[in-house]
Protein backbone atom coordinates (compact mmCIF):
# COMPACT_ATOMS: atom_id res chain seq x y z
CA UNK A 1 0.00 0.00 0.00
CA UNK A 2 2.82 2.65 0.61
CA UNK A 3 3.94 2.26 -2.87
CA UNK A 4 0.13 3.18 -3.82
CA UNK A 5 -0.04 6.24 -1.43
CA UNK A 6 3.25 7.22 -3.01
CA UNK A 7 2.26 7.48 -6.58
CA UNK A 8 -0.94 9.15 -5.80
CA UNK A 9 1.56 11.75 -3.78
CA UNK A 10 3.70 11.97 -6.84
CA UNK A 11 0.47 12.62 -9.28
CA UNK A 12 -1.09 14.80 -6.81
CA UNK A 13 1.87 16.99 -7.04
CA UNK A 14 1.92 16.81 -10.63
CA UNK A 15 -1.36 18.23 -10.99
CA UNK A 16 -1.06 20.29 -9.06
CA UNK A 17 1.68 21.82 -11.16
CA UNK A 18 0.28 21.46 -14.33
CA UNK A 19 -3.55 21.58 -13.59
CA UNK A 20 -4.55 24.20 -16.02
CA UNK A 21 -2.57 21.69 -18.92
CA UNK A 22 -4.27 18.60 -17.50
CA UNK A 23 -7.97 20.37 -17.33
CA UNK A 24 -8.05 21.11 -20.85
CA UNK A 25 -6.05 17.75 -21.65
CA UNK A 26 -8.92 16.30 -19.60
CA UNK A 27 -12.00 17.91 -21.07
CA UNK A 28 -9.96 17.62 -24.62
CA UNK A 29 -10.44 13.85 -24.52
CA UNK A 30 -13.89 14.11 -22.73
CA UNK A 31 -14.85 15.93 -25.93
CA UNK A 32 -13.06 13.61 -28.61
CA UNK A 33 -15.32 10.77 -27.24
CA UNK A 34 -18.00 12.24 -26.65
CA UNK A 35 -18.33 13.68 -30.62
CA UNK A 36 -17.00 10.68 -31.99
CA UNK A 37 -20.32 8.66 -29.46
CA UNK A 38 -22.51 10.52 -31.27
CA UNK A 39 -21.55 10.28 -34.82
CA UNK A 40 -20.63 6.36 -34.16
CA UNK A 41 -24.75 6.22 -32.83
CA UNK A 42 -26.71 9.00 -34.69
CA UNK A 43 -24.40 9.89 -37.71
CA UNK A 44 -27.13 10.25 -40.39
CA UNK A 45 -25.50 13.36 -41.78
CA UNK A 46 -22.42 11.79 -43.19
CA UNK A 47 -20.75 15.35 -43.99
CA UNK A 48 -20.47 15.92 -39.92
CA UNK A 49 -19.90 11.85 -39.32
CA UNK A 50 -16.10 12.56 -39.60
CA UNK A 51 -13.39 11.66 -37.30
CA UNK A 52 -12.02 15.15 -38.87
CA UNK A 53 -15.33 16.91 -37.42
CA UNK A 54 -15.19 15.27 -33.79
CA UNK A 55 -11.44 16.56 -33.39
CA UNK A 56 -12.37 19.91 -34.98
CA UNK A 57 -15.53 20.23 -31.98
CA UNK A 58 -13.50 19.09 -29.87
CA UNK A 59 -10.40 21.24 -30.37
CA UNK A 60 -13.08 24.50 -30.32
CA UNK A 61 -14.19 22.93 -27.46
CA UNK A 62 -11.13 22.92 -25.52
CA UNK A 63 -10.88 26.48 -24.98
CA UNK A 64 -14.39 27.36 -23.61
CA UNK A 65 -16.23 25.68 -20.08
CA UNK A 66 -17.65 22.46 -20.26
CA UNK A 67 -21.19 23.84 -20.96
CA UNK A 68 -19.85 24.47 -24.53
CA UNK A 69 -18.94 21.05 -25.22
CA UNK A 70 -22.47 20.17 -24.09
CA UNK A 71 -24.11 22.92 -25.88
CA UNK A 72 -22.18 21.27 -28.92
CA UNK A 73 -23.11 18.01 -28.37
CA UNK A 74 -26.70 18.88 -28.17
CA UNK A 75 -26.50 20.94 -31.44
CA UNK A 76 -24.78 18.33 -33.20
CA UNK A 77 -27.42 15.47 -32.39
CA UNK A 78 -30.32 18.15 -33.86
CA UNK A 79 -28.70 18.57 -36.76
CA UNK A 80 -28.26 14.57 -37.33
CA UNK A 81 -31.92 14.30 -36.11
CA UNK A 82 -32.58 16.79 -38.76
CA UNK A 83 -31.04 14.75 -41.20
CA UNK A 84 -33.68 11.97 -40.75
CA UNK A 85 -36.84 13.90 -40.29
CA UNK A 86 -38.76 17.22 -39.09
CA UNK A 87 -40.35 14.67 -36.59
CA UNK A 88 -37.16 13.12 -35.31
CA UNK A 89 -35.99 17.32 -34.92
CA UNK A 90 -38.67 18.29 -33.12
CA UNK A 91 -39.51 16.01 -30.19
CA UNK A 92 -35.44 15.80 -29.61
CA UNK A 93 -35.61 19.45 -29.32
CA UNK A 94 -38.54 19.58 -27.03
CA UNK A 95 -36.61 16.71 -25.04
CA UNK A 96 -33.46 18.65 -24.78
CA UNK A 97 -35.54 21.74 -24.03
CA UNK A 98 -37.26 20.20 -21.09
CA UNK A 99 -34.10 18.90 -19.98
CA UNK A 100 -32.20 22.08 -19.83
CA UNK A 101 -35.31 23.47 -18.24
CA UNK A 102 -34.27 20.90 -14.92
CA UNK A 103 -30.56 20.92 -16.05
CA UNK A 104 -29.64 24.94 -15.81
CA UNK A 105 -32.16 25.17 -12.69
CA UNK A 106 -30.59 22.73 -10.72
CA UNK A 107 -26.68 21.93 -11.79
CA UNK A 108 -25.92 24.63 -14.18
CA UNK A 109 -21.94 23.66 -13.36
CA UNK A 110 -22.03 19.65 -13.52
CA UNK A 111 -21.73 19.56 -17.59
CA UNK A 112 -19.10 16.89 -17.03
CA UNK A 113 -21.85 14.46 -15.48
CA UNK A 114 -24.21 15.10 -18.33
CA UNK A 115 -20.91 14.13 -21.02
CA UNK A 116 -19.33 11.34 -19.00
CA UNK A 117 -23.37 9.60 -18.45
CA UNK A 118 -23.61 8.18 -21.78
CA UNK A 119 -20.11 7.43 -22.27
CA UNK A 120 -20.34 5.63 -19.17
CA UNK A 121 -23.26 3.48 -21.29
CA UNK A 122 -20.82 2.81 -23.62
CA UNK A 123 -18.56 1.31 -22.10
CA UNK A 124 -21.04 -0.96 -20.16
CA UNK A 125 -20.54 0.74 -16.71
CA UNK A 126 -23.29 3.33 -16.28
CA UNK A 127 -23.38 3.19 -12.66
CA UNK A 128 -20.01 4.04 -12.01
CA UNK A 129 -21.26 7.70 -12.82
CA UNK A 130 -23.99 7.91 -9.77
CA UNK A 131 -21.38 6.15 -7.65
CA UNK A 132 -18.61 8.61 -7.82
CA UNK A 133 -21.15 11.60 -7.88
CA UNK A 134 -22.81 10.27 -4.26
CA UNK A 135 -18.80 10.18 -3.52
CA UNK A 136 -17.57 13.45 -4.58
CA UNK A 137 -20.64 15.73 -5.30
CA UNK A 138 -24.48 16.45 -3.41
CA UNK A 139 -27.53 14.05 -4.27
CA UNK A 140 -28.64 17.33 -6.53
CA UNK A 141 -26.12 15.47 -9.46
CA UNK A 142 -29.17 12.80 -10.27
CA UNK A 143 -30.50 15.60 -12.03
CA UNK A 144 -27.53 15.63 -14.10
CA UNK A 145 -27.60 11.77 -14.43
CA UNK A 146 -30.74 11.64 -15.57
CA UNK A 147 -30.50 14.04 -18.22
CA UNK A 148 -27.16 12.24 -19.11
CA UNK A 149 -29.10 8.68 -19.12
CA UNK A 150 -32.14 10.27 -21.62
CA UNK A 151 -30.00 11.41 -23.81
CA UNK A 152 -27.84 7.57 -23.92
CA UNK A 153 -31.38 5.98 -24.25
CA UNK A 154 -32.91 8.49 -26.96
CA UNK A 155 -29.74 8.05 -29.07
CA UNK A 156 -30.31 3.73 -28.71
CA UNK A 157 -33.80 4.34 -29.89
CA UNK A 158 -32.97 6.49 -33.03
CA UNK A 159 -30.17 3.93 -34.24
CA UNK A 160 -32.77 1.62 -34.36
CA UNK A 161 -35.77 3.55 -36.02
CA UNK A 162 -33.98 6.11 -38.02
CA UNK A 163 -34.52 4.18 -41.45
CA UNK A 164 -38.66 3.85 -40.08
CA UNK A 165 -38.84 7.97 -39.94
CA UNK A 166 -37.24 8.77 -42.83
CA UNK A 167 -39.42 10.75 -45.77
CA UNK A 168 -43.81 10.23 -45.43
CA UNK A 169 -46.34 13.26 -45.37
CA UNK A 170 -47.38 15.84 -42.53
CA UNK A 171 -50.10 13.13 -41.18
CA UNK A 172 -47.58 10.16 -41.18
CA UNK A 173 -44.85 13.15 -39.76
CA UNK A 174 -47.50 13.52 -36.80
CA UNK A 175 -47.68 10.00 -36.30
CA UNK A 176 -44.01 10.28 -36.32
CA UNK A 177 -43.89 12.43 -33.64
CA UNK A 178 -45.99 10.69 -32.04
CA UNK A 179 -44.61 7.51 -32.03
CA UNK A 180 -40.93 8.68 -31.06
CA UNK A 181 -41.84 10.62 -28.36
CA UNK A 182 -44.18 7.54 -26.71
CA UNK A 183 -41.07 4.92 -27.51
CA UNK A 184 -38.63 7.47 -25.56
CA UNK A 185 -40.76 7.91 -22.36
CA UNK A 186 -42.64 4.89 -22.17
CA UNK A 187 -39.30 2.85 -22.63
CA UNK A 188 -39.02 0.35 -19.58
CA UNK A 189 -35.69 -0.18 -19.46
CA UNK A 190 -34.56 3.87 -19.43
CA UNK A 191 -37.26 4.20 -15.90
CA UNK A 192 -35.98 0.87 -14.23
CA UNK A 193 -32.19 2.62 -14.77
CA UNK A 194 -33.38 6.14 -13.76
CA UNK A 195 -34.86 4.50 -10.15
CA UNK A 196 -31.98 2.25 -9.77
CA UNK A 197 -29.38 5.53 -10.31
CA UNK A 198 -31.26 7.00 -8.07
CA UNK A 199 -31.59 5.00 -5.08
CA UNK A 200 -28.21 4.20 -5.65
CA UNK A 201 -27.00 7.39 -5.04
CA UNK A 202 -29.15 7.68 -2.21
CA UNK A 203 -27.13 5.05 -0.72
CA UNK A 204 -23.61 5.72 -1.62
CA UNK A 205 -24.23 9.20 -0.16
CA UNK A 206 -25.94 8.58 3.17
CA UNK A 207 -23.60 5.52 4.04
CA UNK A 208 -20.27 7.76 2.91
CA UNK A 209 -21.65 10.73 5.26
CA UNK A 210 -21.78 8.57 8.17
CA UNK A 211 -18.87 8.19 11.09
CA UNK A 212 -18.13 4.77 10.41
CA UNK A 213 -15.08 3.13 9.46
CA UNK A 214 -14.23 2.44 5.92
CA UNK A 215 -17.73 4.48 4.82
CA UNK A 216 -16.08 4.98 1.57
CA UNK A 217 -15.77 1.40 0.89
CA UNK A 218 -18.98 0.10 2.66
CA UNK A 219 -21.04 2.58 0.50
CA UNK A 220 -19.33 2.05 -2.82
CA UNK A 221 -19.73 -1.75 -2.58
CA UNK A 222 -22.81 -1.06 -1.15
CA UNK A 223 -24.17 1.22 -3.56
CA UNK A 224 -22.99 -1.29 -6.53
CA UNK A 225 -25.09 -4.27 -4.87
CA UNK A 226 -28.21 -1.92 -4.53
CA UNK A 227 -27.95 -0.95 -8.52
CA UNK A 228 -27.84 -4.81 -9.14
CA UNK A 229 -30.64 -5.48 -6.80
CA UNK A 230 -32.91 -2.67 -7.77
CA UNK A 231 -32.10 -3.09 -11.58
CA UNK A 232 -32.94 -6.81 -11.33
CA UNK A 233 -36.39 -6.86 -9.36
CA UNK A 234 -37.38 -3.92 -12.38
CA UNK A 235 -36.44 -6.10 -15.06
CA UNK A 236 -38.82 -9.39 -13.56
CA UNK A 237 -41.40 -6.71 -12.61
CA UNK A 238 -41.34 -5.32 -16.24
CA UNK A 239 -40.69 -7.88 -18.09
CA UNK A 240 -37.39 -6.28 -19.33
CA UNK A 241 -35.15 -8.74 -20.49
CA UNK A 242 -31.37 -6.92 -19.61
CA UNK A 243 -28.27 -8.64 -19.79
CA UNK A 244 -27.42 -9.15 -16.49
CA UNK A 245 -23.88 -10.26 -16.64
CA UNK A 246 -23.11 -7.11 -18.23
CA UNK A 247 -25.03 -5.53 -15.18
CA UNK A 248 -22.74 -7.45 -12.48
CA UNK A 249 -19.40 -6.47 -14.64
CA UNK A 250 -20.51 -3.07 -15.14
CA UNK A 251 -21.35 -2.88 -11.49
CA UNK A 252 -18.20 -4.46 -10.33
CA UNK A 253 -16.21 -2.06 -12.15
CA UNK A 254 -17.93 0.18 -10.88
CA UNK A 255 -16.81 -0.46 -7.76
CA UNK A 256 -13.44 -0.73 -8.16
CA UNK A 257 -13.83 2.82 -10.04
CA UNK A 258 -14.90 3.64 -6.67
CA UNK A 259 -12.10 2.27 -4.80
CA UNK A 260 -9.78 4.32 -6.80
CA UNK A 261 -11.78 7.72 -6.02
CA UNK A 262 -11.53 6.50 -2.96
CA UNK A 263 -7.88 6.09 -2.63
CA UNK A 264 -7.39 9.64 -3.87
CA UNK A 265 -10.12 11.95 -2.32
CA UNK A 266 -11.17 10.29 1.25
CA UNK A 267 -7.51 7.89 1.96
CA UNK A 268 -7.20 7.92 6.30
CA UNK A 269 -6.44 5.74 8.65
CA UNK A 270 -8.58 4.11 10.89
CA UNK A 271 -6.01 2.44 13.09
CA UNK A 272 -4.54 5.81 14.70
CA UNK A 273 -8.34 7.29 15.26
CA UNK A 274 -9.32 9.09 18.08
CA UNK A 275 -12.24 9.98 20.25
CA UNK A 276 -12.42 13.42 21.64
CA UNK A 277 -14.25 14.90 24.24
CA UNK A 278 -14.46 19.07 25.21
CA UNK A 279 -17.44 21.55 26.37
CA UNK A 280 -18.38 25.50 26.36
CA UNK A 281 -20.90 26.80 28.37
CA UNK A 282 -23.80 25.16 26.60
CA UNK A 283 -22.99 22.40 25.18
CA UNK A 284 -20.86 18.74 25.57
CA UNK A 285 -18.74 17.78 22.41
CA UNK A 286 -17.58 14.32 21.33
CA UNK A 287 -15.49 14.31 18.21
CA UNK A 288 -14.35 11.47 16.99
CA UNK A 289 -10.75 12.58 14.36
CA UNK A 290 -9.60 10.33 11.99
CA UNK A 291 -5.69 10.96 10.33
CA UNK A 292 -5.21 11.28 6.53
CA UNK A 293 -2.63 8.83 5.42
CA UNK A 294 -0.02 11.55 3.90
CA UNK A 295 3.71 9.93 2.45
Known sequence: MDSLYVIRERMQDLYSR???????????????????????NVGFMKTLASPVVALALAIIATFFPPIITVILATALILVHMYSVSIAALVVTALIFLIMYIFYLRFTPKMAIVVLLTPLAFALKIPV?????CA????????VAVGCGTVVYYMMAYMKK???GMQGGSVKGMMGQIGKYAKQVFQNKELWIVLVAFIICTLVVYTLRKQAIAHAWTIAVITGAVVNIVVVAIGDVAMGVH???????FGSIGAAVIGVILELFFFSVDYSRSENLQYED???YYYVKAVPKIVV
Open 161 to 163: AAS
Open 242 to 248: ASYASLI
Open 135 to 142: LLMSPISM
Open 128 to 132: VVPIS
Open 281 to 283: DEY
Open 18 to 40: YSIVADKAIQFVLAVMTFYMINN
